[in-house]
């Protein structure tokens, strides 16, 4: 099965940044997106995703200004500017062929492990 490497995780201070990584090892999908996990849930919410058809992309209103999500080939990259302690979560990368860069997680089939990303004041 597809597994997905993420990097660039790790612990700033609030106002900071940090850049991740999701490589996917040979396939190149037509929509790529990164998930929050929050400290103590089990949902995973969107963050920001984006499609080739323009491309099209799709942000989270808490993070839209701040974020921006790039594809190369078969990289996604989610720059996190201004990062919060909001932020702070588990970020898991996610890919498929889908036609839209959707926020719902039963569109996605390949993870990545999930990176932390720790935001402190």
């Known amino acids: 099965r597809v597994q997905l490497v993420e990097s660039g995780g790790g612990s700033v201070q609030a106002g900071g940044s940090l850049t991740l990584s999701c490589t996917s090892p040979g396939y190149t999908f037509s929509t790529m997106a990164w998930f929050r996990q929050g400290p103590g849930v089990k949902e995973r919410d969107g963050v920001a995703?984006?499609?080739?058809?323009?491309?099209h992309t799709n942000y989270a209103p808490s993070v839209t200004g701040r974020f921006t999500i790039f594809q190369d080939k078969n990289t996604a990259y989610l720059k996190m500017d201004s990062l919060r302690p909001e932020d702070t979560g588990g970020y898991y990368c996610a890919a498929d062929w889908n036609a839209s860069p959707t926020f719902r997680p039963t569109e996605y089939a390949y993870w990545g492990q999930g990176t932390q990303v720790t935001v402190s004041t």
């Open positions: 995703a984006i499609c080739t058809g323009g491309p």
